[in-house]
């Protein structure tokens, strides 16, 4: 029982001493935003990196995504709820969960493995410190252009993935399901809200944050070399995926009970 007691017991404090050190991180990534002008290179370089660099594949998963939820969708309704309500269900479920929280989770491996995986190399390589050493705050370099692009770039990524989902699932419920355009788009507008935008909006901008915050953090506290550089990628998708999940539901709680 006491080892069972102290197992827990460390996992606890080293999540605690892990959440404070993130907390600091993102402490001195804020207090770098003075510093914006300095690291407006960085800055657009990551921000054409996480945005540009993403679309591809998350509009192309994305295209899939509304295929299957029309799909899915009007088979279940298909005996007794009438078929405009397809449009309503699509849209709905993608901008509120399957677009900002899905996709999400794949930019957590392709993003956040990705800046944990070049954080950490440099880390190792003894670039970090190189930095420190001719003057230059590695948060601010390194950590807070990062951070910029991910809370930025998110939503518009987010914005591009919602409108091809609800375009593969138009094409879907049409070609497939017998469901005109007139009748998916009355769906459509008849649950369209804009409080319903601002929530998926939120949620993308919350996890942008949240993934590359983690692939900064892990990056920078890299060590044991190569090992360490792909234990830290791994940590990032495990933790991102972890924590995108817990703010869904804190989010999806908050936001559509007092927004």
Same mark, same amino acid.
């Given at each position: 029982?006491?080892?069972?007691?102290?197992?827990?017991?460390?996992?606890?404090?080293?999540?605690?001493?892990?959440?404070?050190?993130?907390?600091?991180?993102?402490?001195?990534?804020?207090?770098?935003?003075?510093?914006?002008?300095?690291? +407006?290179?960085?800055?657009?370089?990551?921000?054409?990196?996480?945005?540009?660099?993403?679309?591809?594949?998350?509009?192309?998963?994305?295209?899939?995504? =509304?295929?299957?939820?029309?799909?899915?969708?009007?088979?279940?309704?298909?005996?007794?709820?009438?078929?405009?309500?397809?449009?309503?269900?699509?849209?709905?479920?993608?901008?509120?969960?399957?677009?900002?929280?899905?996709?999400?989770?794949?930019?957590?491996?392709?993003?956040?493995?990705?800046?944990?995986?070049?954080?950490?190399?440099?880390?190792?390589?003894e670039?970090?410190?190189?930095?420190?050493s001719?003057?230059?705050?590695?948060?601010?370099?390194?950590?807070?252009?990062r951070?910029?692009?991910?809370v930025?770039?998110?939503?518009?990524?987010?914005?591009?993935?919602?409108?091809?989902?609800?375009?593969?699932?138009?094409?879907?419920a049409?070609?497939?399901m017998?469901?005109?355009?007139?009748?998916?788009?009355?769906?459509?507008?008849?649950?369209? +809200?804009?409080?319903?935008?601002?929530?998926?909006?939120?949620?993308?901008?919350?996890?942008? =944050?949240?993934?590359?915050?983690?692939?900064?953090?892990?990056?920078?506290?890299?060590?044991?070399g190569?090992?360490?550089?792909?234990?830290?990628?791994?940590?990032?998708?495990?933790?991102?995926?972890?924590?995108?999940?817990?703010?869904?539901?804190?989010?999806? +709680?908050?936001?559509?009970?007092?927004?």
């Open positions: 029982m006491t080892k069972i007691i102290l197992f827990y017991g460390r996992i606890g404090a080293n999540f605690f001493v892990h959440f404070y050190r993130v907390c600091a991180y993102l402490g001195a990534a804020v207090g770098q935003l003075r510093y914006m002008h300095f690291y +407006r290179r960085q800055i657009i370089e990551q921000m054409y990196r996480l945005g540009l660099g993403s679309l591809p594949l998350i509009m192309g998963l994305s295209m899939f995504t =509304g295929l299957a939820t029309t799909i899915q969708t009007a088979y279940q309704i298909s005996s007794y709820i009438p078929k405009y309500i397809v449009g309503s269900i699509v849209f709905q479920s993608e901008m509120l969960e399957l677009g900002p929280t899905l996709m999400a989770l794949v930019l957590a491996g392709r993003v956040g493995a990705g800046i944990a995986s070049e954080i950490g190399t440099m880390k190792v390589s670039q970090v410190d190189a930095l420190t001719m003057g230059v705050d590695p948060v601010g370099y390194l950590v807070m252009p951070l910029v692009a991910g930025t770039m998110f939503p518009i990524i987010i914005i591009f993935a919602v409108t091809v989902a609800v375009a593969g699932g138009h094409y879907a049409t070609t497939m017998g469901v005109s355009t007139a009748d998916f788009v009355r769906g459509m507008k008849e649950v369209f +809200r804009f409080k319903d935008v601002w929530v998926g909006l939120i949620k993308a901008t919350v996890y942008g =944050g949240i993934i590359t915050l983690l692939g900064s953090y892990l990056g920078m506290e890299t060590e044991q190569a090992k360490g550089v792909g234990m830290a990628a791994t940590a990032t998708v495990v933790a991102s995926s972890s924590f995108i999940l817990i703010m869904d539901y804190v989010l999806t +709680r908050t936001l559509l009970k007092f927004y």
